[in-house]
């Protein structure tokens, strides 16, 4: 199983010099997680929607992107590209020949080989992860810090009974999302006394004012924005029917309950890819 058998061709990029407000507009309009960044037709680097979130005044595409990305070969083994995919925690892998770029590989896609291997492993000892979750009346804005604080790429979101209600994702933040511009003042001295209170400091203080342009989650609670009638699968799940029900779902995570259908766990489709590595790097430690 090759990388050129499940990457994607039709790859979306952006170029430099560009502009922030069209990248979140391609990731808004396709639900994509991210876009190669191309100068003068070679690849430079990947803008991920954690980029725009967490650096969000930022608008420049050089300041926002990851710089040389990490890439594969079209013959190298899926193997290989889960195996990178985990090693510097990314989602996605550019795929060079002849060095340009001529495909794009995902974990979605990796999850898609997983399905068609069909594996009957049981998910719940090596690739649930802890979770917690959040009120349906949680302000999208502290959602979105606590996603960031956190690492997460998802939480679940439960109602004032703990019944699970929905799940709040990256995509759902950048889909409810704005560019705000404003001004802010910022003052200065050109005083050189050590004592900031002296007359000359406060003679020589000046104030500038500067646009800003930032993008804000919208002020709603976060049950107008997350994804409600979530497919949820017992801790007894196999991998492959997992991996089968992210693929047709187009989802990159799945709730994991027990028998009373109370939340237990998380399964994400970057723990998932785990599968294909081998049994020392694919397990987690006890």
Request: include cysteine; hydrophobic fraction near 40%; aromatic fraction near 4%.
């Amino acid at each position: 199983m090759l990388v050129r058998n499940f990457m994607v061709t039709d790859v979306v990029c952006v170029e430099i010099p560009g502009n922030r407000d069209d990248v979140l507009r391609i990731l808004k309009r396709t639900g994509i997680s991210g876009v190669p960044v191309l100068k003068d037709g070679e690849l430079v680097g990947i803008i991920t929607r954690k980029d725009l979130l967490r650096k969000a005044d930022e608008t420049q595409l050089g300041l926002l992107m990851t710089p040389d990305p990490v890439v594969i070969r079209p013959d190298a083994p899926i193997t290989e590209a889960a195996q990178l995919m985990v090693r510097h925690n990314i989602r996605r892998l550019p795929v060079m020949e002849g060095g340009s770029m001529i495909g794009l590989i995902s974990v979605a896609d990796l999850i898609g080989a997983i399905a068609q291997m069909r594996s009957t492993i049981p998910i719940k000892d090596n690739y649930v992860s802890k979770t917690y979750a959040l009120w349906e009346d949680t302000p999208l804005s502290l959602v979105g810090r606590v996603l960031e604080i956190s690492g997460y790429d998802a939480i679940p979101i439960l109602m004032e009974d703990g019944t699970l209600t929905g799940i709040i994702s990256e995509r759902d933040l950048i889909r409810h999302s704005r560019i705000e511009d404003g001004v802010e003042v910022s003052d200065f001295s050109n005083g050189t006394d050590d004592d900031e209170w002296t007359w000359e400091s406060i003679r020589d203080m000046h104030t500038i004012s500067y646009g800003i342009s930032r993008i804000q989650l919208l002020p709603i609670p976060v049950k107008n924005a997350m994804v409600k009638n979530v497919l949820a699968v017992p801790l007894n799940a196999e991998v492959g029917e997992c991996a089968l029900k992210m693929r047709r779902s187009r989802v990159d995570q799945l709730p994991v309950v027990n028998g009373n259908k109370r939340l237990v766990a998380m399964l994400f489709d970057r723990e998932l890819i785990k599968v294909l590595l081998p049994d020392s790097q694919g397990l987690r430690k006890s």
